[in-house]
T-cell receptor, first 113, second 114 residues
Framework: GNSVTQMEGPVTLSEEAFLTINCTYTATGYPSLFWYVQYPGEGLQLLLKATKADDKGSNKGFEATYRKETTSFHLEKGSVQVSDSAVYFCALSDQNQGGKLIFGQGTELSVKP | DAGVTQSPTHLIKTRGQQVTLRCSPKSGHDTVSWYQQALGQGPQFIFQYYEEEERQRGNFPDRFSGHQFPNYSSELNVNALLLGDSALYLC?????????????FGPGTRLTVL
């Protein structure tokens, strides 16, 4: 079945450090891929998405590229801020299961000043 | 433009009781999905409603049921509550039940079962 695996957290970085959060997936079809962010006590917000291979999603300085050959969708940011501290979820939605999101377990990011 | 809203924000119930959670989708959206997020875990898909019908269902028992109204709002009902049902329940809406479409999430309802 379909699944998403994320690198385990928590990840602790200093402000302005480079961020990578790894995400790999298993899917039988051709999924769309998403990164959602969850701030403390809140629901999920879409950070970025990519709907086909080699697409790059980007938003607020974050980027992720849909790599079909390595079944990956790693999240990157060149310079993190304290305000980026949150839990990040990688997710997929398979076109054969219209709209159902399958999430990874989440990676907690803590950015220190 | 109002986003996805959910009520109540918090709820405390005891084992064996029944609970109803409510969701209003983002304006213009007619597809509603429900997810359960246990503490420290990623959300798990419960079911999806479109055109007032359950379109998809995740691996949840029949104690979990739902409904979608003509105005596209939705309810999630859980019967015979168990301690393990304690979680954050998230509602998400989208324009249509497509894998390409973005789902927008509400703030969630925190359910505690004692």
């Amino acid at each position: 079945g379909n699944s998403v695996t994320q690198m385990e957290g928590p990840v602790t970085l200093s402000e302005e450090a480079f961020l990578t959060i790894n995400c790999t997936y298993t899917a039988t079809g051709y999924p769309s891929l998403f990164w959602y962010v969850q701030y403390p006590g809140e629901g999920l917000q879409l950070l970025l998405k990519a709907t086909k291979a080699d697409d790059k999603g980007s938003n607020k300085g974050f980027e992720a590229t849909y790599r079909k050959e390595t079944t990956s969708f790693h999240l990157e940011k060149g310079s993190v801020q304290v305000s980026d501290s949150a839990v990040y979820f990688c997710a997929l939605s398979d076109q054969n299961q219209g709209g159902k999101l399958i999430f990874g377990q989440g990676t907690e990011l803590s950015v220190k000043p | 433009d109002a986003g996805v809203t959910q009520s109540p924000t918090h709820l405390i119930k005891t084992r064996g009781q029944q609970v109803t959670l409510r969701c209003s989708p983002k304006s213009g959206h007619d597809t509603v999905s429900w997810y359960q997020q246990a503490l420290g875990q990623g959300p798990q898909f419960i079911f999806q409603y479109y055109e007032e019908e359950e379109r998809q269902r995740g691996n949840f028992p029949d104690r979990f049921s739902g409904h979608q109204f003509p105005n596209y709002s939705s309810e999630l009902n859980v019967n015979a509550l168990l301690l393990g049902d304690s979680a954050l329940y998230l509602c998400a809406s989208s324009l249509e039940p497509s894998s390409f479409d973005t789902q927008y999430f509400g703030p969630g309802t925190r359910l505690t079962v004692l």
